[in-house]
């Protein structure tokens, strides 16, 4: 019965993080269409900050969390333990 329990709260965080990979694409493109970053500079002062290894490291983790949904319809096991990392402690 537990093993049910988790298998579901997985399905639901995976079916949540579809829908969260499909806004974080399409805010993606809205940021680049409406040039957000260029006026948010001219605003600020500050200027648009170059691509970095980090930044590239910190779209790589967020890409693998947003593959969890396609990669547990396949079956594949990083798509559980990815899953499983967003699971509450107390579940």
Do not use: D
Request: glycine letters at 4%.
């Amino acid at each position: 019965m537990a093993q049910a329990s988790v298998t579901g709260t997985i399905l639901c965080y995976s079916f949540a993080l579809s829908y969260s990979a499909a806004f974080f694409a399409l805010h993606k493109v809205e940021e680049r269409a409406m040039e957000f970053f260029p006026a948010l500079s001219e605003i600020t002062g500050i200027p648009v900050p170059r691509p970095s290894l980090l930044t590239v490291l910190l779209y790589a983790f967020a890409a693998a969390w947003l593959l969890v949904p396609f990669l547990i319809n396949r079956g594949n096991a990083l798509g559980y333990y990815l899953a499983w990392t967003f699971l509450p402690p107390w579940e």
